[in-house]
């Protein structure tokens, strides 16, 4: 059964975990805007705080498994958020990273970057390339690096490596193996043959971004490097990892954004998901007998082989500085993290103002611990 999780579960208890860091982007002024400063900054490697709307005099502190500040390279988040967890793809075993956050926080920056500072995914595939030329003496094993490129919205399945493809079914084999029947698989024999096939894959996601209201902040898009490894003995023993490396759909409460008609519709999708995503990442890191719901959503069902269980899964929360961001910041910080301190203890030592925002943008959850807005 998927229910790989329970707290009696002791052998997969420890890795079944999904690590939780946290990326604080610059702080961006623009120059139209006054210059608030930053609402949000880092205390060490794994605390940050955020100022408490409801109180100009406290602040929130939360506590991560990794804190990423500002200054933080692309080569830094790399190294300690996913390079560990590559070489169990090559062990038959699946792993998966994924940037969640507000629209403008620096998901996309982290995953694919530019030339000049390369993402995750790039510096991933090479990595990748490089474990397995680093395997392949004398182990007795034939490696094969295999790629699909999809994206899910409006949670229906489409091939980015096939653009005129229609929604694809998400099956399970017999071993629990999540599969999309009819999704593109493309071999590739070099970090430049995949960047052949991805970058083409992911302009035409920019492109329908900007006909179809930005289109690429709105769905999941999902990378699958899938690593088969064959020995040469006689049995031919055969093992597949599989490592999805996923840009998430912007966090922000899309039901702020006054959406009608289609972006209504994404809305709910991505709601949908993003929810169902953050109970099954509870659910596992709860440690506790729960049902973990990945049928609830085509992203959560299809990332269950590789999400919680024997797999090694990171995520990467994007959070911006500016006070414009500050409620999709505290969603973002209250869906990656379960547990936060109000402390007494002003955010500056100059006075502050509290964000002047209308009443019907607050909700609920974003609250720390109080009750409406004053
Ligand atoms: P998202 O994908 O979450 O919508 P982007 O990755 O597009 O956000 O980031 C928004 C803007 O901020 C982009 O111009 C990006 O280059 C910039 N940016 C994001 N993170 C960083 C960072 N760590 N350092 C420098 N610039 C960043
Ligand atoms: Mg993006």
Redesign the pocket.
């Known amino acids: 059964m998927a229910q790989r999780v329970s707290a009696a579960d002791g052998g997969n208890k420890k890795t079944s975990r999904v690590r939780v860091a946290v990326?604080l982007?610059?702080y961006?002024s623009k120059q139209d805007e006054k210059d608030e400063g930053p609402c949000v900054r880092g205390l060490d490697s794994q605390n940050l705080e955020i100022i408490n709307w409801r109180n100009a005099m406290e602040t929130v502190k939360y506590h991560f498994d990794v804190f990423h500040g500002?200054q933080t390279t692309q080569q830094e988040v790399f190294l300690s958020s996913v390079k560990p967890i590559l070489p169990h793809i090559l062990n038959g075993q699946n792993a998966s990273v994924f940037a969640y956050?507000?629209?403008?926080?620096?998901?996309?920056?982290?995953m694919l970057g530019n030339p000049q500072q390369p993402g995750v995914i790039p510096r991933a595939v090479r990595e990748v390339f490089n474990l397995v030329k680093a395997k392949e003496e004398g182990e007795g094993w034939d490696y094969s690096i295999g790629m699909s490129y999809l994206e899910i919205y409006n949670e229906k399945v489409l091939d980015l490596l096939s653009p005129s493809s229609q929604d694809l079914p998400i099956r399970e084999d017999k071993d629990k193996n999540i599969l999309i029947p009819g999704l593109t698989h493309t071999t590739i024999s070099s970090f430049s043959d995949f960047d052949k096939h991805f970058v083409p894959a992911s302009l035409n996601r920019t492109t329908a971004s900007t006909k179809l209201n930005q289109r690429s902040?709105r769905s999941h898009a999902i990378l699958l490097i899938k690593v088969v490894r064959t020995q040469r003995a006689i049995s031919h023993r055969q093992q597949t990892g599989k490592l999805y490396l996923v840009?998430l759909a912007?966090s922000e409460d899309n039901r702020r954004t006054g959406n009608q008609g289609i972006r209504l519709k994404e809305s709910g999708a991505i709601n949908l998901s993003l929810f169902t995503l953050s109970k099954v990442v509870d659910s596992l890191n709860s440690g506790t007998a729960i049902r973990v719901p990945y049928r609830d959503s085509k992203l959560t069902r299809l990332l269950q082989d590789s999400l919680g269980g024997s797999a090694h899964s990171v995520m990467i929360t994007?959070i911006a500085p500016e006070y414009i961001y500050y409620f999709d910041t505290f969603s973002a910080l209250n869906f990656a993290a379960k547990s936060k301190l109000i402390v007494n203890k002003p955010f500056t030592r100059e006075t502050v103002a509290v964000p002047v925002v209308p009443v019907k943008r607050a909700r609920e959850d974003h609250g720390a611990g109080g009750s409406g807005v004053e």
Do not use: F, L, Q, V
């Open positions: 990326r982007r610059p961006m500002e956050g507000p629209t403008g926080a620096g998901k996309t920056h982290t902040s840009d912007g994007n």
